[in-house]
């Protein structure tokens, strides 16, 4: 199930951001006024993971990586609203072909696509999805202020551990470890989300 990959996703990324030299013992030291904000994060990105894997999981990659340009929108925006940045004239250029590369969606689809057949409802997903990245990276700006990335990282992948280990638990999902033992793609994915 998806919650059962983005525990386990979740559980190794937080292995390796402990196993990063200096993060233990770095996240030791962050004060306990951002603690707070960082559970607000973690909540953000714990529903914009299962929103985003839902939708993954109901429609076609290329699809879902074109609605996942309007992160640029939102994140833009937010830049301008809450921080007060102001666009360069290529983001000015840029932001309309983004726009217009979401409205194509709707325009050029396919007579016999497979994108027929997507529900609203999981589009409206993927777009929540995207709003709360936003959100959040707004947040990493905002507590990055205080806060090394190697200190942001490894709390707020310890509390996303917590939240979806507690949503298997309450929703009695039954894990099926042999598949997930097995499937390397959730190793590779907790890599390059590290990495990155």
Known sequence: ????????YTLLGLIMSL???????SAMEVDVSFMPWIIVKSFIIFLAWIL???AIKSMPVSM????????????????????????????????PLVLLG????????????????????????????CLLNAVSGLMDK???KGLTSSQLQVWYM?????????????????IQWKTLVTNYWIVILSVMFIVA
Do not use: C, N
């Not at 990063?20 to 013992?25: E, I, K, L, N, Q």
């Open 1 to 8: 199930s998806v919650v059962e990959v983005l525990f386990f």
């Open 19 to 25: 196993m990063w030299p200096g993060s233990a013992a």
């Open 52 to 54: 985003s894997f839902k």
């Open 64 to 95: 879902y990586g074109v609605l996942d340009m309007s992160r640029v929108i939102f994140a833009t925006s937010l830049g301008i609203i809450v921080l007060h940045e102001t666009l360069s004239v290529g983001q000015m250029i840029g932001l």
């Open 102 to 129: 979401l409205f194509s969606l709707r325009i050029f689809k396919g007579s016999k696509s497979s994108e027929e057949h997507i529900e609203p409802k999981t589009v409206i997903l993927a777009l929540i999805s």
């Open 142 to 144: 905002i507590l990055m």
């Open 158 to 174: 310890f509390f996303m551990v917590l939240m979806y280990g507690i949503y298997l638990l309450v929703s009695r999902t039954k």
